[in-house]
């Protein structure tokens, strides 16, 4: 096995840059986890919007009253008492409204007088809809009163108005699947989909160094002199490629296990794993490749970071890839990763487990491993023309 | 002779493959994914008309139905495209993800929703002021019965707007971020060439450094016409990612073009000059050297927003002082400025700032690399 031993030695010296990768992945994975909001509940909430509210009127019952109707719909952010710091807080969306009330808006409000409140938002976002109607229900609402009851004092009013708005439609969930199985797979989703920009990244450092080390011509025909066959050279090399890739997927199913808030293992956790294993044998076969073409190392670090970036990027491993264009999509569909996103987008929401349900599934699956094979004859062909030019 | 000299560097610099790869592709391919994986993003947050169902039993007399068909979100763009369907239907509709909601009933209207989300928040609150009509007219009739004469029920069917946005603001594109550190990030990517640079020419970090030492050029002569040779190289790449950020992909920088560019070139002599310091004062062998450099570039890029927009957000509220010695940050930032800020001032902090720390780092480098002998390496 000195050829299989010999592997791992050399992939030693690769190990901190994975490892570092590992790490800052692991990492990146908590911190945008702890943002990832599952939305399983079987229990309706309001969708509230953060905002903040510039008053520059006086502190008052009306104002009280409007801000307390407002807060149903809205998240009161305190910011900073400056306008950069509220535009800059829009620009990130830390609020993504803000509310100026001018000086004097109650006294002429009450008054019938024209007024109106300046708003700082996202243009023709739907947050910015929801927040509109809120407000200008409140206040429509008081300006009827007023109108009507011209002597109502701001007390009165208030009471009136938040009672007639507390009247509410009654909202109830209906969907087939009421379980909160779906936090789980969201989960899941966003793990194994960033997955696939890790995957790649490590096994190209990993596996093309080691193999660029044994494709030395000097290395190769020391090779071709000892009593070990060549065929066995290569079987141990498979084997040690295999369990590399092997121990590295074992190592991010357990992080991932881990970092999951629902430590649950449903079926539907298993389809993700074999996912990632097909995928796995993708990239294991495209890094071969890789290593016994490159030339040099430096070229090996370019490449990773190329390829395995631009694979995350199109194929929708880092957005979502009902966010991207379709001819983006039309092009990633050339490459392993677009297929291996979206059976993991696929398993995510399956609900039941019937042959049709996972027959699309296993297809994806089963277009990866054409990628594979595509892949292998490939990297097999430039492998016996190498060997022909080593004499 | 000096020119000479600068020409010969700038050949040199030119067939170093690795560092072109670097400086000139890797951020044009990252630009174009940041183009493809985020121009989406921010019509995703641009309303559409939300898909409903609704099953009213009454269909004679239908109010309700009405004030949906009714309603704008703005002018011009309905607020709901409905299907008409029994309760069935409907629910296989919103199963299948085909609508956001339905509707039963149009006296007492129920909400049926998949799930909660702010397109689910709008229905309800819409239904919500329908009935709450009913209410308002209620209350008031009971204190002042004479109101239904006086067109109470107009009154409460109009819908008047209370707020305007203010005028004049730029449009608080967040995509942008990406885009502006990218090129913040290129033009830092600069103080890989100034540490080569270094590295070239101190005796004690190579070969070539040592045969330099013995030749009769002057040190500083030949450190100062490498470090153009770089700094014209580098430019070069950033021209490049600019035309193509500005030609290409369309990002709006703003209209001040010529600060964009004052901003870029400050920003490569400050990366130039923080490569050159950092090699200089940091006594390790040249890969742990390489491997800080790399973590203080990644690190600045992250923290100014790179990777994660809202990072640059956090770090100014939270540790505001980093955001203004991270050189990174300082370069989206003023570009940041340029695009969302009508006035100069914070444009000019941060490139006051930029230009300090060139100079400082440019300080540090020449203390450190000159009059530096060796008796024996």
């Known amino acids: 096995?000195?050829?299989?031993?010999?592997?791992?030695?050399?992939?030693?010296?690769?190990?901190?840059?994975?490892?570092?990768?590992?790490?800052?992945?692991?990492?990146?994975?908590?911190?945008?986890?702890?943002?990832?909001?599952?939305?399983?509940?079987?229990?309706?909430?309001?969708?509230?919007?953060?905002?903040?509210?510039?008053?520059?009127?006086?502190?008052?019952?009306?104002?009280?009253?409007?801000?307390?109707?407002?807060?149903?719909?809205?998240?009161?952010v305190e910011l900073k008492d400056s306008d950069e710091a509220r535009s800059d807080a829009l620009f990130f969306r830390e609020v993504e409204y803000i509310i100026t009330i001018p000086e004097g808006f109650t006294e002429e409000f009450l008054a019938g007088g024209e007024v109106s409140l300046m708003?700082?938002?996202?243009?023709?976002?739907?947050?910015?809809?929801?927040?509109?109607?809120?407000?200008?229900?409140?206040?429509?609402?008081?300006?009827?009163?007023?109108?009507?009851?011209?002597?109502?004092?701001?007390?009165?009013?208030?009471?009136?108005?938040?009672?007639?708005?507390?009247?509410?439609?009654?909202?109830?969930?209906?969907?087939?699947?009421?379980?909160e199985k779906e936090n789980t797979n969201s989960y899941y989703q966003f793990f194994f989909n960033t997955l696939a920009y890790v995957i790649v990244c490590c096994f190209i450092i990993g596996v093309s160094t080691v193999m660029l080390s044994f494709s030395n011509i000097d290395i190769r025909r020391r090779n071709l002199v000892t009593p070990i066959s060549n065929r066995k050279i290569n079987l141990q090399l498979i084997l040690a490629n295999f369990i590399f890739v092997m121990g590295f997927l074992?190592?991010?199913?357990?992080?991932?296990?881990?970092?999951?808030?629902?430590?649950?293992?449903?079926?539907?956790?298993?389809?993700?794993?074999?996912?990632?294993?097909?995928?796995?044998?993708?990239?294991?076969?495209?890094?071969?490749?890789?290593g016994i073409t490159v030339k040099s190392k430096k070229a090996i670090s370019a490449l990773s970071t190329s390829v395995s970036l631009g694979l995350a990027f199109i194929s929708g491993a880092f957005v979502p890839q009902e966010f991207l264009g379709e001819s983006v999509l039309k092009v990633a569909s050339f490459t392993p990763t677009y297929w291996y996103v979206r059976a993991n987008d696929a398993i995510a929401a399956l609900t039941s487990f019937r042959w049709d349900d996972i027959y699309e599934i296993l297809g994806f699956m089963a277009i990866q491993i054409g990628f594979a094979a595509a892949i292998i004859s490939i990297a097999l062909v430039v492998s016996k023309r190498k060997s022909q030019q080593a004499y | 002779m000096s020119f000479l000299l600068y020409k010969a560097r700038l050949k040199c610099l030119l067939h170093n493959k690795e560092n072109m790869f670097w400086c000139y592709l890797f951020p044009i391919m990252l630009a174009t994914c940041f183009y493809f994986a985020f121009s989406n993003l921010v019509i995703e947050e641009e309303f559409a008309t939300i898909k409903i169902a609704y099953d009213n039993e009454d269909t004679e007399n239908d109010a309700l139905k009405e004030a949906i068909n009714q309603a704008e979100m703005t002018e011009g763009t309905s607020m709901f495209a409905v299907t008409y369907c029994d309760k069935e239907e409907a629910n296989k509709l919103l199963n299948s993800g085909e609508i956001d909601a339905y509707i039963v009933g149009s006296n007492n209207p129920e909400l049926f929703v998949m799930r909660s989300g702010l397109n689910e928040t709008i229905i309800k609150a819409f239904l919500d002021s329908y009935r709450q009509?009913?209410?308002?007219?209620?209350?008031?009739?009971?204190?002042?019965?004479?109101?239904?004469?006086?067109?109470?029920?107009?009154?409460?069917?109009?819908?008047?707007?209370?707020?305007?946005?203010?005028?004049?603001?730029?449009?608080?594109?967040?995509?942008?971020?990406?885009?502006?550190?990218?090129?913040?990030?290129?033009?830092?990517?600069?103080?890989?060439?100034?540490?080569?640079?270094?590295?070239?020419?101190?005796?004690?970090?190579?070969?070539?450094?040592?045969?330099?030492?013995?030749?009769?050029?002057?040190?500083?002569?030949?450190?100062?016409?490498?470090?153009?040779?770089?700094?014209?190289?580098?430019?070069?790449?950033?021209?490049?990612?600019?035309?193509?950020?500005?030609?290409?992909?369309?990002?709006?920088?703003?209209?001040?073009?010529?600060?964009?560019?004052?901003?870029?070139?400050?920003?490569?002599?400050?990366?130039?000059?923080?490569?050159?310091?950092?090699?200089?004062?940091?006594?390790?062998?040249?890969?742990?050297?390489?491997?800080?450099?790399?973590?203080?570039?990644?690190?600045?890029?992250?923290?100014?927003?790179?990777?994660?927009?809202?990072?640059?957000?956090?770090?100014?509220?939270?540790?505001?002082?980093?955001?203004?010695?991270?050189?990174?940050?300082?370069i989206t930032d003023a570009f940041y400025s340029l695009y969302y800020y009508e006035t100069y001032d914070r444009y000019l902090l941060n490139i006051s700032i930029l230009g300090g720390l060139a100079i400082l780092f440019g300080i540090l480098s020449y203390i450190g690399i000159r009059r530096r002998d060796y008796a024996s390496i």
């Open chain 1, 1 to 76: 096995m000195q050829a299989f031993k010999a592997y791992f030695r050399i992939l030693k010296k690769q190990l901190p840059a994975i490892l570092i990768y590992c790490a800052l992945f692991v990492g990146i994975t908590a911190i945008s986890a702890s943002n990832q909001k599952g939305n399983g509940s079987v229990q309706f909430n309001l969708t509230k919007v953060p905002i903040a509210i510039d008053n520059n009127d006086t502190e008052n019952e009306f104002i009280e009253g409007f801000l307390q109707y407002v807060e149903k719909y809205a998240d009161f």
């Open chain 1, 119 to 179: 708003k700082q938002s996202i243009p023709d976002s739907t947050v910015a809809i929801s927040v509109d109607r809120a407000v200008n229900n409140y206040l429509n609402t008081a300006q009827t009163y007023l109108k009507y009851m011209p002597e109502i004092s701001e007390k009165e009013l208030n009471k009136f108005v938040l009672q007639n708005l507390s009247n509410e439609t009654k909202v109830s969930i209906d969907r087939y699947q009421k379980e």
């Open chain 1, 250 to 290: 074992l190592l991010f199913l357990f992080a991932g296990y881990l970092s999951n808030p629902d430590k649950g293992i449903n079926t539907n956790t298993i389809l993700f794993w074999v996912n990632i294993f097909t995928f796995a044998l993708t990239v294991l076969s495209l890094s071969y490749l890789i």
């Open chain 2, 133 to 330: 009509m009913s209410a308002t007219v209620e209350t008031i009739l009971k204190n002042n019965p004479e109101a239904m004469n006086n067109g109470l029920l107009e009154d409460v069917m109009q819908y008047e707007s209370f707020v305007y946005e203010e005028k004049g603001k730029k449009n608080p594109d967040i995509v942008l971020v990406y885009f502006y550190s990218l090129l913040a990030f290129t033009c830092i990517f600069a103080s890989n060439w100034g540490f080569d640079e270094v590295i070239c020419i101190q005796a004690d970090q190579s070969f070539r450094g040592a045969r330099i030492n013995v030749s009769p050029i002057h040190k500083m002569k030949l450190f100062l016409c490498n470090m153009t040779a770089a700094f014209t190289v580098h430019s070069g790449s950033i021209i490049l990612l600019f035309g193509y950020l500005f030609f290409a992909l369309k990002v709006d920088f703003g209209d001040n073009l010529g600060y964009i560019f004052i901003t870029c070139l400050i920003g490569s002599l400050t990366g130039l000059t923080l490569g050159a310091a950092v090699c200089v004062w940091l006594k390790f062998k040249r890969e742990v050297k390489e491997a800080i450099l790399l973590i203080v570039l990644m690190g600045g890029a992250f923290l100014s927003g790179m990777m994660m927009v809202q990072m640059k957000y956090i770090v100014a509220d939270k540790i505001p002082l980093l955001r203004y010695i991270n050189p990174v940050n300082l």
